[in-house]
């Protein structure tokens, strides 16, 4: 009996068109972006042009595109698309806002606080030393935690390094001096009990964070408190919805790549969602 092990789709593949849930402007911007620097490093040629480039790369980030179906469907080899993926990362990465110029920014239009909250971003199981410890009890998943801070409305503002899932967000906010920045900008934030204690200010001094009442097992709230956390929880709705809108790029559904590639990563989302938001 003779064996057919032919592939079912054929020698060549299927190739077809998708819409991506994009603006032109986005596209358009990153390809100018691409353009100036490609003129910078002097490279002269690539396989596609800077808009396919583009094009490309937001498909990977927005929809979560293998790089090597995109590869086959335009004619270059999946390490191409690789490449060109995590050079466009670090060109955004670096355009990403600072935290202390974040914050100045904020004060200058006259802006009193800012909302404070954080996240888990979901990686594939790891082995050895590097499972453990990127194991979050709290979310019953392995990730890496995200700092963010946003406006009133919701709109991101800065995004911290990603660190490891098991780390606490108070930890993760004292490694990067939040309360110092906030201070310094003349500011406040507002978040949720699970940032309790970060304020380390005396008793005397505006609080920089602001968080509601917990309940103890012999210690109830009382009916003020518990308004007082009801106002506080409306107040911080909105930064839910930059979360959102930074997991709407598909690519952190579950990063399957290194995960100390996965703070460029975030921070060159965040620009790229800055530039459909705000359009």
């Not at 849930?21 to 800077?50: M, Q, V």
């Not at 929809?63 to 670090?90: F, S």
């Not at 304020?199 to 007082?228: C, E, F, H, M």
């Amino acid at each position: 009996m003779k064996k057919n092990n032919h592939p079912v789709e054929g020698p060549d593949g299927l190739v077809y068109t998708a819409r991506l849930p994009l603006s032109s402007a986005t596209l358009n911007w990153l390809a100018d972006l691409l353009r100036g620097h490609f003129k910078k490093i002097g490279s002269r040629w690539r396989a596609l042009p800077a808009g396919k480039i583009a094009g490309i790369v937001l498909a990977v980030l927005r929809c979560d595109q293998r790089p090597g179906d995109l590869a086959g469907g335009n004619g270059i080899h999946r390490t191409t698309v690789t490449r060109w993926v995590r050079e466009v990362v670090g060109l955004l990465a670096a355009r990403a806002p600072r935290l202390d110029r974040a914050l100045k920014k904020i004060a200058r239009k006259g802006g009193g606080v800012v909302l404070l909250d954080g996240s888990v971003i979901r990686t594939r199981r790891r082995t050895g030393a590097e499972n453990r410890k990127n194991y979050s009890g709290k979310n019953k998943c392995h990730g890496l935690l995200v700092i963010a801070l946003t406006d009133d409305r919701g709109r991101l503002l800065w995004v911290s390094a990603a660190r490891p899932g098991r780390t606490s967000e108070i930890t993760a906010c004292r490694h990067d001096k939040l309360t110092a920045h906030l201070r310094a900008a003349g500011l406040g934030a507002i978040a949720d009990l699970g940032f309790g204690g970060l304020d380390d200010s005396g008793p005397d001094a505006d609080p920089a964070v602001i968080t509601g009442y917990k309940a103890a097992r012999n210690r109830p709230l009382t009916r003020g408190q518990k308004l007082s956390n009801k106002a506080l929880a409306a107040v911080r709705a909105p930064v839910e919805h930059g979360f959102a809108h930074l997991k709407n790029w598909r690519v952190l559904g579950k990063v399957r790549t290194d995960p100390r590639w996965a703070t460029a990563l975030v921070r060159a989302l965040l620009v790229l969602t800055h530039q459909e938001v705000a359009r």
